[in-house]
């Protein structure tokens, strides 16, 4: 099971952002959960078929190269950008909207949501949503906590399924938090942790190697038959 090192990186990248460190996560959220209006949180698709969602993180430096790359492999990916970096590069996504990738919300300043007031993580949602749906036409159904963080002082899940969205978080990562993990451990991860249904968390960023990681890595699980398809995709034939 995947619950020790899904804490693992929750606590952590709550450590590396520099909050709520002793603030104790509560809540299994490596299981997907349901409510009476659908799924309310995403950690994983199906384990019967062989599809795969790589999602990437951020883009504090847009990453023309990683997309590059994606491109040429024709891999549509899920990203999630905080909506000022949405409202400051409208190029950069709008490449990404036309490659088929899925634009999501990631807050809108990258703070750790559940230590904002309900009005204010509203306000995070709402106005990442606008950009969202300002260059793309489409309006974003997933989100994914900063830092992986939906228990607070003023916990975030209540929030997100009030507004019409569906938690995201992961189970495999490219473990580019700081460009100092060798890529030989990184693919190591990936491999370790690799399952039919997985999330992969990823960032944009040339430091953190994510795209030396992933042209390595991609051919090769390709090559196992597994196929990389968005969030929506994966989450489609998903069941209660
Ligand atoms: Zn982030």
């Not at 399952?195 to 795209?211: A, C, K, V, Y």
Request: proline share 6%; with cysteine; net charge negative.
């Amino acid at each position: 099971m995947k619950i020790a090192p899904i804490l693992l990186f929750l606590i952590w990248g709550g450590v590396l952002l520099g909050a709520g460190e002793n603030t104790p996560l509560s809540g299994d959220w490596s299981r997907n959960l349901w409510d009476d209006d659908g799924l309310a949180l995403i950690s994983h698709g199906r384990r019967d078929c062989k599809k795969i969602a790589l999602t990437i993180d951020d883009g504090w430096v847009p990453d023309e190269a990683l997309l590059d790359f994606l491109e040429e492999r024709g891999i549509r990916c899920t990203v999630f950008i905080p909506g000022k970096i949405i409202a400051s590069r409208p190029d950069w996504i709008g490449r990404m909207d036309r490659m088929g990738f899925e634009i999501c919300s990631h807050g809108y300043s990258h703070k750790l949501l559940p230590f904002l007031t309900e009005e204010e993580q509203e306000g995070e949602i709402g106005d990442t949503e606008r950009e969202i749906r300002r260059l793309t036409g489409k309006a974003p159904k997933y989100l994914r906590p900063s830092g992986g963080r939906l228990d607070g002082p003023h916990p975030t899940l209540p929030v997100l399924r009030r507004l019409g969205y569906t938690a995201v978080l992961w189970e495999n990562d490219v473990r580019g938090y700081s460009g100092a993990e060798p890529i030989e451990n990184q693919l190591d991860w990936l491999w370790d942790h690799l399952q039919p249904g997985n999330i992969i968390l990823s960032h944009f960023g040339e430091s953190l190697h994510t795209r030396r990681v992933l042209e390595i890595w991609i051919p090769q699980v390709q090559a196992l038959g597994y196929e990389f398809v968005t969030l929506s995709e994966l989450a489609g034939d998903l069941e209660r």
